[in-house]
């Protein structure tokens, strides 16, 4: 062997071992990379579920859209729009969104979002998709529990101020009944009193001079005593009853006017719904007669004016359905009865004004649901009666069908622990 | 530096002087890297450099001019591991697509891969490519677009200036000379 070739093996050899350590370290480096690669899958894959979990429990609803056409949702859409992510997809987001207004991205506007023909009130944002041009998203906040909130913040202010109006005026109107009440026993008792006198005049008439007893006599048929005789005392105690129903209306305005500060007190639910009784009269006493059956009850901590609220609005719904379905003038029924019950308190508030059909019955505690003409109903007094028995007081408010009309029944734990 | 340079350069060197050539600059040359260089790893520059300095010195090259022929012989091979990049595109294209293409796939490929800054100015007649990079290898890069040329078959003039205020920043401006076959 040649010195050159000897050189030549020596070199060929130096090569192979340097392409065999190469692949060595090629064989490492795939495994790293292999690895490397296993850990960016799992957490792209962990950081993908993570974003799914996010968007997931997001109180908003998410429409991703491209070229008009909704491409992915998220699950509150899904709960919102009352459609399945694989029905929406591919369908065009106006079927579901009427934004006119977007003309420029980003934006936010108030509109609506329609669950089939049902407009939900939702504040949209609308914002590119970051790196996509023709793609963008749509975020919707589903509006109705803030109007809601909003609505029943009104009306416990509304209430509040007629409350002060109502209990500022029974003030005003408590001190003349009491001297115009007072006055009017002691006319009577002073009647009572002259009685003997006048009976005395009588039995003795016949010992007068004729002359005095002729001018007397005709005095008292210009007076028509005979009638004042049996009259006055009529009249007496016809206005006595009168300013008692006075006294009473003014009692019940105070005590349902009661100021409900935040915090709970001790109630006497028979006498809260008395008092409601009296002040609604007005809205019943042409459509129905309302019996109240009222049983033996203790004393239930909870948030008076609230709990009148909620009378108030039964009494006025069933009024509202007897007028609407006693057409021919006949007087219809409201019967409420109290029963202390399980540890509860039981109201039931029936009715015989025809009832609830069950398609509206699933819908009759939405917010903003009304089957009532506009300016008689808002859709806010069942929502909000509801609210109050539900959240505010650990109970139920529960709708059934009575013999002819609805039947509400209003149950609410004695104990109120957790209460807001 | 990533491996495959190393690999190119040791084919170039192979190509000009010899295996034996190559086998005796590993020996010969104190490097940092302790085991053989692969195209997927990365390398310290100097290692690069100082193979490069050793090699000129012992062929008696000069250093500018050996730095732009290893960036002409290189682009062919990396070229070649990539030949779809250079498709259905004309050098033109092809050159304004370094920047946004080009090096955007080898960053996909390595991550840790440090790419020079390319941006352009154009015009009908010619293409200026600002060059800037921290390895001030603008050589090198006048052999990329020279080799590149080569592979569209396409005669380009280049006027290359330098600043001697920034050495990290190069200017190439580039005229297209038509077809070099015709």
């Known amino acids: ?420 | 530096m990533k491996g495959i340079v190393f690999n190119v350069f040791e084919e170039f060197i192979e190509t000009i002087a010899g295996e034996e050539f190559f086998d005796d600059l590993l020996d010969s040359t104190v490097l940092q890297t302790q085991v053989p260089f692969v195209g997927p790893g990365t390398y310290p520059d100097a290692d690069l450099m100082a193979l490069f300095t050793a090699a000129v010195e012992r062929l008696g090259v000069e250093p500018g001019q050996a730095l732009k022929q290893f960036g002409q012989f290189l682009f062919h091979k990396l070229i070649a591991t990539g030949p779809q990049y250079a498709e259905n595109v004309d050098l033109r294209q092809f050159l304004l697509s370094i920047h946004t293409v080009i090096h955007v796939e080898v960053r996909k490929l390595y991550p840790e891969a440090i790419t020079p800054e390319f941006t352009y100015d154009e015009s009908d007649d010619h293409l200026v490519m600002h060059y800037r990079s921290a390895r001030q290898l603008w050589q090198l890069a006048e052999g990329l677009i020279i080799g590149c040329a080569e592979y569209f078959n396409e005669e380009i003039t280049i006027e290359t200036q330098t600043y001697d205020d920034d050495p990290e920043r190069c200017s190439f401006t580039i005229t297209f000379n038509g077809n070099s076959e015709h």
Not at chain 1, 81 to 107: H, N, W, Y
Not at chain 1, 286 to 292: I, K, P, Q, T
Request: with cysteine.
């Open chain 1, 1 to 420: 062997m040649t010195t050159s070739s000897c050189q030549r093996c020596t070199t060929l050899e130096r090569r192979l071992q340097r392409e065999k350590d190469k692949v060595h370290v090629l064989e490492r480096l795939i495994e790293e990379r292999s690895a490397t690669l296993y850990e960016a899958k799992q957490h792209s894959e962990e950081l993908a579920h993570s974003v799914e979990s996010l968007l997931r429990s997001l109180p908003e609803a998410m429409l991703v859209i491209e070229d008009d056409l909704i491409i992915d949702c998220n699950q509150r859409a899904e709960e919102l729009l009352q459609q399945t992510r694989e029905t929406m997809q591919g369908k065009p987001f106006t079927e579901f969104v009427s934004l006119a207004q977007i003309d420029k991205l980003p934006c936010e506007v108030e509109c609506n979002w329609l669950a089939g023909n049902q407009p939900i009130p939702t504040l949209s944002s609308a914002a590119e998709v970051i790196g996509s041009t023709n793609k963008w998203m749509l975020v919707g906040r589903d509006m109705r529990e803030r109007q809601q909130m909003e609505a029943r913040l009104l009306q416990a202010q509304k209430l509040e101020s007629i409350g002060q109006l109502a209990a500022g005026v029974a003030h005003e109107i408590n001190t003349p009944i009491q001297f115009v009440s007072d006055s009017m026993h002691f006319l009577k008792e002073s009647y009572e009193d002259v009685k003997p006198l006048i009976n005395a005049y009588e039995e003795h008439r016949q010992l007068w001079p004729e002359d005095i007893r002729h001018h007397i006599e005709e005095l008292e048929e210009d007076a028509d005593m005979e009638f004042l005789r049996e009259e006055v005392p009529a009249a007496l105690d016809r206005s006595i009853s009168g300013l008692e129903r006075v006294a009473s209306i003014v009692k019940a305005l105070k005590g349902f006017s009661h100021p409900d500060r935040d915090e709970q007190s001790l109630v006497d639910i028979n006498e809260a719904l008395s008092n409601t009784v009296t002040v609604t009269r007005n809205e019943y006493k042409y459509h129905a007669e309302l019996s109240l059956v009222l049983g033996e009850l203790p004393s239930l901590t909870c948030h008076l004016g609230e709990i009148n609220q909620v009378f108030l609005n039964l009494i006025v719904n069933a009024a509202h359905a007897i007028a609407d379905n006693h057409t021919d003038g006949t007087l219809g029924r409201i019967e409420i009865t109290t029963i202390a019950i399980d540890g509860a308190i039981r109201i039931t508030v029936e009715d015989d004004g025809g009832g609830v059909p069950d398609h509206i019955k699933e819908r009759i505690f939405d917010p903003f649901f009304t089957t009532k003409a506009v300016g008689r109903g808002t859709g806010q007094g069942l929502a909000i009666s509801h609210d109050i028995i539900v959240n505010r007081h650990n109970g139920s408010l529960d709708i059934e069908d009575g013999p002819a009309g609805a039947r509400f029944i209003i149950t609410i734990p004695i104990e109120q622990e957790g209460a807001q």
